[in-house]
């Protein structure tokens, strides 16, 4: 069932979870990140809440009308900012944020410059005003099991991926995998700070898990095959800048890679991973 209040959409997985976004591609609409609440008998878990304290603060009034329970945990999926910059907001309410160590750094090294960046930003500085740098309290390198209110969550690093700092959590009772920007459904993934190979072998790590919901970084939560979609995603991409690049431009290639995907939202990461993707040595096997 999906509900939507105002431009925030959830979707009920289950009587325990939702996710909940924004949708769209903009700075404005958290890039269609996920944000998604595992909802317990003693607290919530809220897995990536949004770009900002603004957006953090009207999916909290959306959980204050279904439960009095408060979020208890915050898991960052990774420290990129749409999915990461409102933990602040909850942290500051009494929330435990748990992060992996790299994601934790980078969001020290990187989020003061583009809060600063878009507050100068008129059509979006609104949304970053209150914003302030924040750095988890609880760091990870491998995971943890989280007891989540009275549901069993496992969080785990399934190696450097998207980013050096990448979480997923997995929910065996409910058979729901959140697997972050691991997987992108509809949208252009961003391979900006990714390993590819380290990529692929985290989304087999992934098939290897017995879910069958899966709830992406961006677009519509599936079933199994998101992961496949996702593998076929990067071997596609990179045989497509592979061939544009043989006898053209980067341009040329982000017009490819553009072009064979011409339904997916977020192509402004595409020159970003087009420069990835032309760093690789190894040839996909076809
Ligand atoms: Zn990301």
């Known amino acids: 069932m999906t509900v939507i209040a105002s431009s925030l959409a959830e979707n009920r997985l289950s009587e325990t979870v939702s996710v909940f976004t924004y949708g769209g591609e903009t ?16 607290g919530i878990v809220l897995v990536d809440p949004f770009v900002s304290p603004v957006l953090a603060a009207e ?6 009308t279904r439960t009095a329970v408060p979020v208890t945990h915050v898991v960052l999926t990774h420290h990129h900012t749409d999915h990461a910059l409102g933990a602040g907001y909850f ?8 992060a992996h160590a790299e994601a934790a750094a980078r969001m020290e090294a990187e989020h003061p410059n583009l809060i600063a960046e878009r507050r100068r ?14 750095v988890p309290s609880h760091v990870v390198s ?11 969550l496992d969080v785990f690093h399934p190696g450097h991926a998207h980013t050096p700092g990448d979480l997923c959590v997995y929910a065996p009772a409910l058979g729901v995998l959140v697997a972050g920007d691991l997987v992108s459904i509809g949208y252009h ?10 990529w692929r072998a985290a989304l087999e790590r992934l098939r290897s898990l017995p879910f069958w919901m899966l709830v992406p970084g961006h677009g519509w939560a599936g079933g199994r095959e998101g992961v496949d979609d996702q593998l076929l995603y990067l071997d596609e991409a990179e045989r497509i800048v592979r061939s544009a690049l043989r006898t053209g431009t980067e341009e040329d290639a982000c017009a490819a890679l553009t072009r064979a ?26």
């Open 27 to 42: 700075l404005a609409t958290s890039y269609g990140t996920n944000a998604v609440a595992f909802f317990g008998d003693r």
């Open 59 to 64: 999916l909290d009034a959306q959980l204050r």
């Open 91 to 98: 942290a500051k309410r009494g929330a435990e944020v748990i």
């Open 121 to 134: 930003i008129p059509e979006v500085a609104h949304l970053f005003e209150s914003a302030a740098p924040y």
């Open 142 to 152: 491998d995971g943890l099991l989280l007891d989540g209110g009275g549901l069993r």
């Open 189 to 198: 993934p961003n391979l900006e700070d990714a390993d590819v190979a380290g």
């Open 261 to 286: 995907f011409p339904d997916h939202l977020l192509a402004l990461v595409v020159r970003d991973s087009v420069k990835r993707l032309s760093t690789l040595k190894r040839v996909p096997p076809t």
